[in-house]
């Protein structure tokens, strides 16, 4: 099992930039391949971006394509998560998760961090 705290989440415009933090401890980090996701409230969760454990592998979301990228520090137990040219529409609380090597699924999730980007 992992502990994961979010942070960085804050109220911005829209257009600006905002990095997202997720610092990791517990288990071995680099054990882990780590995701983002958002949700706002009444809608369901939706996949931003995800990381492997090696940090080679990148995918995304095709709402965030282009704009987010994630990336990991395994010397520190984080995972980030820049975003660039915010839209109201990311407005969301983001979660960071972590996925031990050979599961298939998300089993430690971080409390969630607010973005708000107003127009």
């Known amino acids: 099992q992992v502990q994961l705290v979010e942070s960085g989440g804050g109220l911005v415009q829209a257009g600006v930039s905002l990095r997202l933090s997720c610092a990791a401890s517990?288990?071995?980090?680099?054990?882990?391949?780590m995701g983002w996701f958002r949700q706002v409230p009444g809608k369901d969760r939706e996949f931003v971006a995800a990381?492997?454990?090696?940090?080679?592998?990148?995918y995304y979301g095709d709402a965030v394509k282009g704009r987010f990228t994630i990336s990991r520090d395994n010397a520190k137990n984080t995972v980030y998560l820049q975003m660039n040219n915010l839209k109201p529409e990311d407005t969301a609380a983001y979660y960071c998760?972590?996925?031990?090597?050979?599961?298939?699924?998300?089993?430690?999730w971080g409390q969630g961090t607010q973005v708000t980007v107003s127009s």
């Open positions: 998760a972590a996925k031990f090597r050979g599961s298939h699924e998300y089993g430690d």
């Open positions: 517990g288990r071995t980090f680099s054990s882990y391949s």
């Open positions: 990381i492997s454990w090696t940090g080679v592998g990148t």
